[in-house]
């Protein structure tokens, strides 16, 4: 292992990559119901990685060091992972891009096989309504809540890493138990941190964004907020603001609608909430890069 590996697991596969500016240990597990990746990269220059997502899948995400950007190979913004996080997230079959900067990025993930976790969902209300609503739409990706890395989620973690495949009597058993212990633990914390006032803001907008009166007056008027108070919680948790929210779903809908092949600039506009062609044609030009007649 080199020098700067921090989580030696024992049971896993490894492997030293060497990059064109660094190198990359990972470490991986196949068990039966579930695969387990474990990246340290250490790196002297940034870093883009591409790679591709074969089948609806559920990643069980840890940022345990570091930043990672992920974003759609046009260029669009997926997420940021800061250091200390966790979600899941939910990938259809498509094409990703990760971005690092130089230094220390430890990444863990969990992607559980998909048939099993659908019998298995029912256990954690959450993850199951975030991914029957994946699973049944139309959308590329959706990620849930982060949750910090603390507390039970740690100390779970941290057993899961220092499992002895030369002690434990069915090593396969007890990766399986750590790992419903995880998805319990995260599907709680979500469950609490769902409450917070911004998430009410943020499943309001993604409920009523077709609405052209859509805007920070009407959510300041309907959760009894002031304007800078809804911006700056909303911009701590999700890193933009409202009303950059509402025009990225909005266009990302728009997008969708034309991908489906059915509806003109003109049918699509206001379906998601725009006022007049004019100003949505500028605003997908400028999001996208092409007008929206290019995507018909």
Same mark, same amino acid.
């Given at each position: %292992?080199?020098?700067?590996?921090?989580?030696?697991?024992?049971?896993? @596969?490894?492997?030293?990559?060497?990059?064109?500016?660094?190198?990359?240990?990972?470490?991986?597990?196949?068990?039966?119901?579930?695969?387990?990746?474990?990246?340290?990269?250490?790196?002297?220059?940034?870093?883009?990685?591409?790679?591709? !997502?074969?089948?609806?899948?559920?990643?069980?995400?840890? %940022?345990?060091?570091?930043?990672?950007?992920?974003?759609?190979? @046009?260029?669009?913004?997926?997420?940021?992972?800061?250091?200390?996080?966790?979600?899941?997230?939910?990938?259809?079959?498509?094409?990703?891009?990760?971005?690092?900067?130089?230094?220390?990025?430890?990444?863990?993930?969990?992607?559980?096989?998909?048939?099993?976790?659908?019998?298995?969902?029912?256990?954690?209300?959450?993850?199951?309504?975030? !991914?029957?609503?994946?699973?049944?739409?139309?959308?590329?990706?959706?990620?849930? +809540?982060?949750?910090?890395?603390?507390?039970?989620?740690?100390?779970?973690?941290?057993?899961?890493?220092?499992?002895?495949?030369?002690?434990?009597?069915?090593?396969?058993?007890?990766?399986?138990?750590?790992?419903?212990?995880?998805?319990?633990?995260?599907?709680? %914390?979500?469950?609490?941190?769902?409450?917070? +006032?911004?998430?009410?803001?943020?499943?309001?907008?993604?409920?009523?964004?077709?609405?052209?009166?859509?805007?920070?007056?009407?959510?300041?008027?309907?959760?009894?907020?002031?304007?800078?108070?809804?911006?700056?919680?909303?911009?701590?948790?999700?890193?933009?603001?409202?009303?950059?929210?509402?025009?990225?779903?909005?266009?990302?809908?728009?997008?969708?609608?034309?991908?489906?092949?059915?509806?003109?600039?003109?049918?699509?506009?206001?379906?998601?909430?725009?006022?007049? !062609?004019?100003?949505?044609?500028?605003?997908?030009?400028?999001?996208?890069?092409?007008?929206?007649?290019?995507?018909?």
């Amino acid at each position: %292992m080199p020098g700067y590996s921090r989580y030696p697991v024992n049971y896993t @596969d490894a492997e030293l990559i060497r990059l064109e500016g660094g190198t990359l240990l990972r470490q991986y597990h196949s068990h039966y119901l579930f695969y387990i990746e474990l990246y340290e990269f250490n790196l002297d220059k940034e870093l883009s990685m591409s790679y591709q !997502v074969e089948g609806p899948t559920l990643f069980l995400f840890f %940022m345990l060091e570091g930043r990672i950007r992920f974003s759609t190979p @046009d260029g669009n913004l997926i997420t940021e992972a800061e250091k200390g996080t966790c979600y899941a997230t939910f990938n259809n079959p498509g094409d990703y891009i990760g971005n690092l900067q130089p230094g220390i990025h430890r990444i863990f993930y969990i992607a559980p096989r998909m048939e099993w976790l659908k019998k298995d969902i029912g256990q954690y209300p959450k993850l199951k309504a975030f !991914v029957f609503d994946l699973d049944n739409g139309s959308s590329l990706y959706g990620h849930m +809540p982060r949750c910090p890395i603390a507390g039970p989620i740690y100390r779970t973690l941290l057993q899961l890493y220092e499992l002895n495949d030369h002690k434990a009597a069915d090593i396969e058993a007890e990766l399986l138990r750590f790992f419903k212990q995880l998805l319990a633990q995260y599907d709680e %914390m979500v469950s609490i941190k769902l409450e917070q +006032p911004v998430y009410r803001v943020k499943n309001f907008m993604e409920k009523n964004y077709t609405d052209s009166e859509l805007s920070n007056q009407t959510l300041i008027r309907t959760f009894h907020i002031t304007e800078k108070t809804l911006i700056e919680n909303f911009k701590e948790e999700f890193g933009t603001t409202p009303h950059a929210f509402l025009i990225n779903l909005r266009l990302q809908k728009a997008k969708q609608l034309f991908a489906a092949g059915q509806l003109s600039t003109n049918e699509v506009y206001s379906q998601i909430g725009y006022k007049d !062609v004019q100003s949505f044609r500028i605003q997908f030009k400028k999001f996208f890069g092409y007008p929206p007649s290019d995507s018909l």
